[in-house]
């Protein structure tokens, strides 16, 4: 069964202390892995797609990596307002339509 | 500036009433989807369309009800067979060509049932 796993289910940071969410997948095949920020009663904001292991992409603060198991988002310095809920979603190969979320991860930043 | 508007933000139902949840996007994308969310859970998959006048269930689309009737537009009834429609509910839409596999999600509309 396909499946995604975040960890952890709460991180709490001190502003500056850098660290990673992990996201762990078992799909048949990988088409493409999503993460995504959500802030509380909103809707979920994109921040990257990645498609094959080795692949790692930047935003700001946030770095994304992707190996063949699991995906990485590494939060470097982080500041309070990067406190929000991080989600990982996989894309398999099994239909286009269909996309796997985790129940993601809930970190907050303290000043 | 494009993007996905839901409507209202925040529904109350009464028993035995059905309500219906307005998604539009102007991204003009082809593919709409509606997710359920619910505190401690993954997002999970109503109802989704890939092309105007079809769509197909998702995982939880018992006691639900959708239309595609205009490429922007996706409404979702819940309907009073839906036992537990406490829960925020959400409307993406994808660009349906090329590598564009990301979907883009709308704010949200939370709905309780009184």
């Known amino acids: 069964e396909d499946q995604v796993t975040q960890s952890p289910e709460a991180l709490r940071l001190q502003e500056g202390e850098s660290s990673s969410l992990n996201c762990s997948y078992t799909v048949s095949g990988l088409r493409g892995l999503f993460w995504y920020r959500q802030d509380p009663g909103k809707g979920p904001e994109f921040l990257f797609t990645?498609?094959?292991a080795g692949e790692e992409k930047e935003k700001e603060r946030l770095k994304a990596t992707l190996t063949k198991k699991e995906s990485f988002l590494h939060i470097t310095a982080p500041k309070p307002e990067d406190s929000a809920t991080y989600l990982c979603?996989?894309?398999?190969?099994?239909?286009?339509?269909?996309?796997?979320f985790g129940t993601g991860t809930r970190l907050k930043v303290l000043a | 500036d494009g993007g996905i508007t839901q409507s209202p933000k925040y529904l109350f139902r009464k028993e035995g009433q059905n309500v219906t949840l307005s998604c539009e996007q102007n991204?003009?994308?082809?593919?709409m989807y509606w997710y359920r969310q619910d505190p401690g859970q993954g997002l999970r998959l109503i109802y989704y369309s890939q092309i105007v006048n079809d769509f197909q269930k998702g995982d939880i689309a018992e006691g639900y009800s959708v239309s595609r009737e205009k490429k922007e537009s996706f409404p979702l009834t819940v309907t009073s067979a839906q036992k537990n429609p406490t829960a925020f509910y959400l409307c993406?839409?994808?660009?349906?060509?090329?590598?564009?596999?990301?979907?883009?999600f709308g704010p949200g509309t939370r709905l309780t049932v009184l």
């Open positions: 979603a996989v894309q398999t190969t099994s239909g286009t339509y269909k996309y796997i």
């Open positions: 991204l003009n994308h082809d593919a």
């Open positions: 990645l498609y094959s």
């Open positions: 993406a839409s994808r660009k349906q060509e090329g590598a564009y596999n990301e979907q883009f």
